[in-house]
Nanobody, 127 residues
């Protein structure tokens, strides 16, 4: 069982930055792909980005490429989402998610590829 807790959300002006953190429980964090997703009001949940277990590979949605960066610290059981040049359209609840398998070498782009989810943290970008 993996429990995930996001933090770091808040209100920021357009062009600003935020760093989200996702802390995981248990001893298997370092073996799992981690993903970030977001859901805006009235919209479906969408993939933001992901990072494989070793941290050596990442993938991002086109809408955030060049602005968002995912990293992880396996010693701290934490994955991060650094968000720069924020836009009002980035406003959403952001969720982290963990792969149910170990040592996967690809990053699932769909929520169906993840089994464990955090409660989410609100990010609001004002114009």
């Amino acid at each position: 069982q993996v429990q995930l807790v996001e933090s770091g959300g808040g209100l920021v002006q357009a062009g600003g930055s935020l760093r989200l953190s996702c802390a995981a429980s248990g001893r298997t964090f370092s073996k799992r792909v981690m993903g970030w997703f977001r859901q805006a009001p009235g919209k479906e949940r969408e993939f933001v980005g992901g990072i494989i277990w070793s941290g050596s590979n990442t993938d991002y949605a086109d809408s955030v490429k060049g602005r968002f960066t995912i990293s992880r610290d396996n010693a701290k059981n934490t994955v991060y989402l650094q968000m720069n040049s924020l836009k009002p359209e980035d406003t959403a609840v952001y969720y982290c998610a963990a792969d149910p398998t170990y040592y996967r070498t690809n990053i699932p782009l769909s929520g169906a590829g993840y089994h464990y989810w955090g409660q989410g943290t609100q990010v609001t970008v004002s114009s």
